[in-house]
């Protein structure tokens, strides 16, 4: 494996998150903590607890992986497409450079940035409510393994949009909406039966679960089952990149 290549792209792609720090780091920390204040003090006050959790702190796991979700496929996504769009995909690509270690550079510095950015939020947090972590192995092994899978998403994102507008369209449509009705800030448990059934369809309710579940050892499904659909989408990814790269779909255009 070609480490030097691997490191100078690493290295670029974070030295531009440097150049846009207020886009990458501050705006979506500045985001969250309104959210954060508005939704736990506006519904603080009427929710004070949820399965003995106050409700500031029982919101905090759902507002990092809004986070973490979003910034991840951000960051991936545009990491691949500006190199489309300005037509230096054509070096990269005649480089000695493989297609693992692109992979390994653009969504290794994508997760990177994405799970920086889920420790400045987790710190945020803690200045406003008293937090714990109860299973701090777990914790970290949810918010990698969440990091790299939708990183990974990100970059199958970034090589099928043909245009600025579709690098948003999936986030903004389909992404956001499923992690607001994950269960960020509520327990599905609150829903009648039904709606409770139909949030198990929401894949994003596993991920936000398995999340919350390290942080306070509760959970609306299984912890285990949490873990098996992180990584089933895990494998899904890596399926289809592998698939982009052996047909070389949408690569130079």
């Known amino acids: 494996m070609n480490l030097h290549a691997i490191r100078a792209i690493y290295m670029s792609e974070m030295a531009r998150t440097g150049r846009t720090l207020m886009q990458s780091i501050l705006s979506p920390?500045?985001?969250?903590?309104?959210?954060?204040?508005?939704?736990?003090?506006?519904?603080?006050?009427?929710?004070?607890?949820?399965?003995?959790?106050?409700y500031g702190a029982f919101i905090v796991p759902g507002l990092i992986m809004l986070s973490l979700l979003t910034q991840s496929i951000s960051n991936a996504s545009m990491g691949i497409?500006?190199?489309?769009?300005?037509?230096?995909?054509?070096?990269?690509?005649?480089?000695?450079?493989?297609?693992l270690e692109i992979v390994v550079a653009y969504v290794g510095a994508a997760a990177t940035k994405s799970i920086i950015l889920g420790a400045i939020i987790l710190a945020t947090a803690g200045l406003f409510v008293p937090l714990q972590i109860l299973h701090p192995f777990w914790m970290l092994l949810f918010l990698v393994l969440t990091a790299v899978t939708f990183s990974l998403f990100g970059f199958i994102i970034g090589i099928w949009a043909d245009g600025f507008e579709k690098l948003q369209v999936i986030p903004l449509l389909i992404i956001t909406p499923l992690t607001f009705l994950g269960g960020s800030f509520y327990s599905i448990s609150m829903l009648p039966?039904?709606?409770?059934?139909?949030?198990?369809?929401?894949?994003?309710?596993?991920?936000?679960?398995g999340f919350r579940w390290s942080f306070y050892g509760i959970a609306d499904v299984n912890v285990a089952v949490s873990l098996a659909m992180t990584l089933?989408?895990?494998?899904?990814?890596?399926?289809?990149?592998?698939w982009i790269f052996r047909t070389g779909y949408r690569l130079k255009s």
Do not use: H
Not at 86 to 95: K, N, W
Not at 193 to 209: C, D, E, M
């Open 232 to 242: 089933g989408f895990l494998a899904v990814c890596l399926a289809v990149v592998a």
């Open 29 to 54: 920390v500045i985001s969250t903590s309104l959210y954060f204040v508005v939704f736990g003090a506006a519904l603080g006050s009427r929710i004070e607890q949820i399965d003995g959790v106050g």
């Open 193 to 209: 039966p039904f709606w409770q059934t139909v949030a198990l369809f929401n894949p994003v309710v596993y991920l936000i679960s």
């Open 81 to 99: 497409y500006f190199p489309k769009f300005i037509g230096t995909i054509y070096e990269l690509l005649s480089a000695p450079v493989s297609y």
